[in-house]
């Protein structure tokens, strides 16, 4: 395979030009369970993520479309600090789990709007009110991590359509970049037999953000942040999102 290249950090900052900001900061420590021949195996690694709404021109039209629509006519940006969560498995290998999914428009972000399912805050993502930043930056204790939206996990809700875990990668040698292969999350056994995904919490911390992958590939420190592990043949129509670049 080898045509993909390790996400490391994803980073998204919009610049507030209102005075009357909200913003919420929520550190957390993310969770990945497995089974390991009847044996669970957890792995953790801590990543920080910050909403903050702003809207470019102010203007009394806000105030009205508010009172229309009951939409908050301010933006929510979000800046997340997060590198992949490195969980050794046993002497199976091991496996990287990307702070992204990989979905048929290739792959993304998904911890922003994840959390706020966790939170119990639904379809706000961009009109997040103070309320809503209070609950953010109150949030405590352990919990799983809410991947869909209430009615995608329903039984009868269509597989095929949702994305039920991060994407995943592993390395058959990993000094060579060029020998990464994704790993399917609902078939770990395929690439580590013996080895299943039971579950992702998230728990709330302020311990120190994780920085220990680039210690564990220090080619990702050189390797050009454009640069793919596979070129596409003259002609292909794939687009450059199926080969997931450092962001």
């Known amino acids: 395979m080898g045509r993909f290249i390790l996400a490391v950090l994803i980073c998204v900052t919009l610049v507030s030009c209102d005075d009357d900001t909200r913003e919420a900061t929520l550190r957390y420590r993310l969770i990945a369970t497995v089974e390991i021949d009847g044996q669970k195996v957890e792995g953790?690694?801590?990543?920080?993520?910050?909403y903050k709404n702003f809207h470019m021109d102010p203007h009394f039209l806000d105030t009205f479309i508010q009172f229309l629509t009951h939409i908050n006519p301010r933006i929510t940006a979000i800046d997340h600090a997060a590198e992949a969560l490195i969980l050794d498995l046993k002497g199976r290998g091991t496996v990287f789990i990307l702070p992204t999914v990989h979905g048929s428009m290739g792959f993304s972000d998904f911890h922003g709007i994840c959390?706020?399912?966790t939170l119990g805050i639904e379809n706000k993502l961009h009109s997040l009110t103070k309320e809503d930043m209070r609950q953010i930056s109150n949030a405590k204790g352990r919990r799983p991590l809410q991947l869909l939206r209430p009615e995608m996990r329903r039984p009868e809700y269509p597989k095929g359509l949702v994305?039920?875990?991060?994407?995943m990668v592993t390395f058959k040698n990993e000094r060579d970049p060029r020998t990464i292969e994704e790993v399917d999350p609902e078939n770990m056994e395929q690439h580590f037999p013996g080895v299943?995904?039971?579950?992702?919490?998230?728990?709330?911390?302020d311990a120190p953000l994780t920085r220990v992958l680039t210690k564990r590939l220090p080619w990702l420190e050189t390797i050009d942040q454009n640069e793919t592990l596979e070129r596409e043949p003259g002609g292909s129509m794939r687009p450059p999102t199926k080969n997931p670049s450092r962001s």
Request: aromatic letters at 8%.
């Open 44 to 50: 953790s690694t801590v990543m920080e993520i910050h």
């Open 196 to 205: 299943r995904l039971l579950n992702f919490e998230i728990e709330i911390t």
């Open 163 to 167: 994305i039920r875990s991060p994407a």
């Open 115 to 117: 959390l706020l399912y």
